[in-house]
T-cell receptor
Framework: GQQVMQIPQYQHVQEGEDFTTYCNSS?????IQWYKQRPGGHPVFLIQ?????EVKKQKRLTFQFGEAKKNSSLHITATQTTDVGTYFC??????????FGTGTSLTVIP | GAVVSQHPSWVICKSGTSVKIECRSL??????MFWYRQFPKQSLMLMAT?????????EQGVEKDKFLINHASLTLSTLTVTSAHPEDSSFYIC?????????FGQGTRLTVV
């Protein structure tokens, strides 16, 4: 399946600080999705990006798709303790399946 | 959003026995479902794609005879871990898509003793 790397693997931030995770692919992507998984929970869909250079916002979350459609980022402004969890990007395969990136685990220190 | 229900949420079994995990789409029909395995502090690894009325498509390195998948209806897929061993202990989670969005079951934590 697709190999998609995310950096950093772990991130500890003080509450109120910003956080960014990056997703990088060696191949051009048709689209990319982002998910959040709380500790002990299952992944929850956040967003899908399709267009080159696309930027989408959801409250304090900003998602970007690179111009070359090989990378993407998720930025959280002014983190809160409710943002704790692991953030995954996911990319589609040749069929209808999709593959998860390596994930970034976010810890927010109150 | 759509709901995917997975059962059981946890199971402990003896080495050598088989365990069946069910995944149901409660309010939509899913011709395709996906089975993932997740080890602690790791990502979700796609094991196989379950296709309603036909054979599942397994990812490279996943033994189809060990992880039996059946997708007999548009709302139910099952994963059977046959002759389970301690190294099969993991978090198994299913998913189904509705449009571009994937919905996940609650996951099944399997412990083989």
């Amino acid at each position: 399946g697709q190999q998609v790397m995310q950096i950093p693997q772990y991130q500890h931030v003080q509450e109120g600080e910003d956080f960014t995770t990056y997703c990088n692919s060696s191949t051009t992507l048709s689209n990319i999705q982002w998910y959040k998984q709380r500790p002990g929970g299952h992944p929850v869909f956040l967003i899908q990006l399709v267009k080159s250079g696309e930027v989408k916002k959801q409250k304090r979350l900003t998602f970007q798709f690179g111009e070359a459609k090989k990378n993407s980022s998720l930025h959280i402004t002014a983190t809160q303790t409710t943002d704790v969890g692991t953030y995954f990007c996911a990319v589609g395969g040749a069929g209808n399946q999709f593959y998860f990136g390596t994930g970034t685990s976010l810890t927010v220190i109150p | 959003g759509a709901v995917v229900s997975q059962h059981p949420s946890w199971v402990i079994c003896k080495s050598g026995t088989s365990v069946k995990i069910e995944c149901r789409s409660l309010d939509f029909q899913a011709t395709t479902m996906f089975w993932y395995r997740q080890f602690p502090k790791q990502s979700l690894m796609l094991m196989a794609t379950s296709n309603e009325g036909s054979k599942a498509t397994y990812e490279q390195g996943v033994e189809k005879d060990k992880f039996l998948i059946n997708h007999a209806s548009l709302t139910l897929s099952t994963l059977t871990v046959t002759s389970a061993h301690p190294e099969d202990s993991s978090f198994y989670i299913c998913s189904a898509k509705l449009g571009p969005e994937a919905f996940f079951g609650q996951g099944t934590r399997l412990t083989v003793v």
